[in-house]
């Protein structure tokens, strides 16, 4: 057997069909390539009856929902989780990362909490500012207009505000907040904490033909068959497919590696097949990559060649350095002034109406950098757990727990919508002691060299979880709740720090930097090493400021596709 | 003739499980098993082949024998017997969700298993009969010491964990259930037009929405316009 090779030569090879990859296929499609698409899981389609799991019932499936086979429950629209069988990843040195894939079109797009923030003039540049981690090589001003066009073409609801680093853009209405947001609303401004209309790429309003409009049932985490939310395959690779662009979709194909000839360029990529087990080749003229930072970081450094000994793109030795996540910390408060809630439809959209931007960027404090802070709670639908220890509340307001018989169900309505939970997800200071490598010893069931990571939190991100508990404890407070997520975790447990991966924001693997000795990629996401491979994944972030990185994702992957159309043209690649 | 597994299947009550179970485990039997539901019949949702695969096979397992499920139905009633307006745990098919969560979840195989055995053996020792051949007031008696977290003596402890995973697991299996949600009184899980909280709830809570805040909220009467901006980011329609 050996490696099938196909003897059509594509333009371009986009390596993964997240944001980045489905921004690509949309962008450079549009101008006219022709496009391959290699995808490692299957194709998915949240309108296809087959595998909508949209405003189905707990009842219709015999578990309830329940996460056995995916994480966040059997209803989320991820196929894959922080373990897929048959592909393992290994930790080095004690320390830990937990990896989440989603193996399908559209990748982690289908399932994410649609939280779309721009990163602010500041987040580029805060080195400059409290001397740590590095800057960008590239400013908000370089990365606005692409803000303002992904903002349009995609939609995001929220308002304008002025606040500085928060910067405002093309906004669809927000919804009005929910009513254990307004409590949130009310303990946090006791405190001098700001809040404002969160900011979701979920369509609150009209945007085009194509899409509909959100009918509020709060579950974007099953993707919106009515194409609502923001999905990778729904609003981009759909879209480009309709309009009439030249892209094959190559689905359950796992690439293995860049192929180079004997200059170093890239040639194109041999992918698994993953239903019948065979190698293949494809041909391009240009690879763009976009498996996410931490796949594309491992396609490099299994693509050696003669030329690209240590891996592709790696002659700096950065490619899987610097890797980071979002800092994560929550707790729980009980409301009791939410008992016996009158009921009525509080689904709204996919997630928080409101949420709290950072605050702190010019107070004096015991970390760096900050985080924001989302809002649970209300009175959401039944699944597997709802029900458990339904009367341990009584514990605060000096009723019986435990026991039997019909008074268990005057506990299950009372308490019903009366939890009010918050998380704070901040930023890390990236470093190159935070990494993804090859396992030298292991192969997944494809045959590919895994990874291993070795990571460990700092003192920074320690504290500032600290903070994050402190803080929402206080609110709490301010709520007139009562913290039910016990004392605080201390030194010995981080302070409530969760750990490293369980956000699923990697980025920086791949960062973008002036100095190739420094950096893998130049700014416009180029490898520094060979012209033309680019990286549109998260991959190329230098830091990731306390914003989901999505918006950004899509942003610079917009803005990379347009440097490769007008290097074509200029035949410079 | 009713073998064990017939004798199983008819405590389940007619769940599709049921109609996996035979279709599953005696597939030769094809006259008596051609009306029943295939497989693939499965209640309709999402499911990627390896996790369709899965639940078969979880379907065709069979995890508790017959004294267990009945025991489990005693407990699971004596947790949440029938009320005026809505029917009882095992109405709600309980024992079948929790049947299916043992398979689904084995880690939760031997605390339950085990956790009958302990509260036979208390039984046995006790009331000189298993549990499920007691009396009611001498069940509800046992219950009593095992049933309230805070009140327990040590030497039941392992009784009241026993306890507290089958109200967690018939409360959870309840509500998920047409039946309970419509007792809890959920409203939505369907298409609609949020537009905030109803006024009079606001009210009691004492908060109102302010027109600042309003200002920036979606007008639902245009919803279905296309959206506009002018250079500066401001919605004009």
């Known amino acids: ?573 | 003739m009713m073998n064990r597994r017939d004798t199983i299947k008819s405590l389940l009550l007619g769940s599709v499980a049921v109609g996996l179970t035979v279709q599953g485990c005696a597939p030769k039997e094809d006259s008596a098993t051609a009306a029943l539901p295939k497989a693939e019949n499965t209640p309709f949702y999402g499911r990627t082949p390896d996790e369709k695969a899965r639940d078969k096979r979880l379907h065709e397992e069979i995890f508790f024998n017959e004294h267990e499920l009945e025991t489990i139905a005693v407990i699971c009633d004596i947790i949440l017997p029938k009320n005026d307006d809505f029917g009882s745990a095992t109405d709600a098919k309980v024992p079948e969700f929790i049947e299916f969560i043992m398979k689904d979840m084995p880690y939760q195989q031997v605390p339950i298993r085990g956790g009958i055995m302990w509260l036979d053996s208390y039984s046995n020792k006790n009331n000189g009969k298993e549990f499920k051949r007691c009396s009611t007031e001498e069940q509800l008696a046992i219950c009593d010491l095992i049933a309230y977290p805070k009140k327990t003596k040590p030497e039941h402890n392992q009784g009241e964990k026993f306890f507290t995973s089958m109200r967690n697991l018939t409360l959870t299996g309840y509500y998920t259930t047409e039946m309970g949600i419509k007792d809890l009184g959920y409203k939505g899980n369907t298409p609609n037009v949020w537009d905030g909280v109803p006024e009079d709830v606001l009210k009691a809570h004492g908060f109102e929405y302010d027109a600042v805040w309003l200002a920036k909220c979606v007008d639902q009467s245009k919803r279905g316009e296309l959206a506009k901006w002018d250079a500066d980011g401001n919605l004009i329609s």
């Open chain 1, 1 to 573: 057997m050996q490696i099938k090779k196909s003897p059509k030569e594509f333009d371009v090879i986009i390596v993964g069909s997240g944001a980045g990859g489905g921004m690509a296929t949309k962008i450079l499609s549009e101008a006219g390539l022709n496009i391959a698409v290699v995808e490692a899981g299957p194709h998915f389609d949240p309108a296809d009856p087959e595998q909508k799991n949209q405003l189905k019932w707990p009842y219709e499936s015999p578990r309830r929902g329940a996460g056995s086979t995916r994480a966040f429950g059997e209803f989320d629209a991820a196929y894959g989780g922080w373990n897929i069988e048959g592909e393992p990843y290994t930790k080095k040195n004690g320390t830990e990362f937990e990896w989440f894939r989603s193996r399908m079109l559209g990748g982690r797009t289908n399932h994410w909490g649609r939280i779309s923030l721009r990163f602010g003039p500041l987040d580029f540049k805060r080195r400059s500012h409290d001397g740590l981690g590095d800057d960008w090589p590239i400013s908000y001003e370089d990365v606005k207009p692409y803000y303002d066009k992904v903002d349009k073409l995609i939609g995001v609801f929220g308002s304008k505000e002025g606040i500085s680093n928060e910067p405002d853009g093309f906004f669809l209405p927000a919804p009005k907040p929910r009513l254990h947001e307004m409590y949130y609303k009310k303990g946090a401004e006791k405190m001098g904490i700001p809040v404002i209309p969160s900011r979701l790429s979920i369509l609150t309003k009209k945007i085009n033909e194509d899409r509909g409009i959100c009918f509020y049932c709060n579950q974007c985490s099953r993707s919106c068959s009515v194409y609502a939310d923001f999905s990778s395959g729904s609003c981009l690779i759909f879209p480009a497919q309709k309009s009439g662009g030249q892209i094959t979709l190559f689905t359950d194909a796992m690439v293995r590696e860049v192929v180079t000839n004997d200059s170093g360029k890239a040639t194109g990529v041999i992918y698994i097949d993953k239903k019948d087990r065979k190698e293949y080749q494809l041909n391009a003229k240009i690879v763009v990559l976009a498996a996410s930072a931490c796949s594309t970081a491992r396609i490099l450094l299994n693509s050696k060649s003669k030329t690209h000994q240590n891996g592709l793109g790696n002659s700096s030795g950065m490619v899987g350095k610097y890797l980071h996540d979002s800092t994560g910390a929550d707790r729980i408060g009980f409301v009791p002034e939410l008992m016996n809630r009158k009921i009525y439809n509080e689904d709204g959209v996919g997630g928080m109406h409101v949420y709290s931007p950072w605050w702190g960027n010019d107070k004096k404090l015991d970390f760096p950098r900050g985080y924001h802070v989302e809002v649970w709670g209300g009175l959401g639908m039944p699944s597997y757990g709802f029900g458990f220890n339904a009367n341990n509340l009584n514990e605060y307001i000096g009723g019986e727990i435990g026991g039997y018989g019909n008074a268990l169900r005057d506990d299950v309505k009372r308490f019903y919508g009366s939890i009010v939970g918050m998380a704070g997800r901040g930023e890390c200071i990236a470093r190159e002691d935070n990494y993804c490598e090859i396992d030298p010893d292991m192969v997944d069931e494809w045959g590919i060299p895994v990874l291993r990571f070795n990571y460990t939190w700092s003192q920074h991100e320690k504290l500032q979880a600290k903070h994050m508990v402190e803080t929402f404890d206080e609110i709490i407070d301010g709520m007139g709740g009562k913290v039910i997520s016990g004392e605080r975790p201390g030194a010995d447990r981080d302070y409530g720090l969760l750990k490293p991966g369980q956000i699923i924001h990697e980025v920086g693997t791949t960062r973008m930097g002036n100095d190739p000795k420094k950096s893998v990629t130049n700014k416009y996401m180029q490898l520094h090493d060979v012209d033309n491979v680019f990286i549109v994944d998260g991959g190329p972030f230098v830091s990731q400021a306390d914003k989901n990185p999505t918006w950004t994702i899509l942003a610079l992957s917009w803005r990379t596709c347009d440097y490769i159309v007008d290097q074509l043209n200029k035949q410079n690649i």
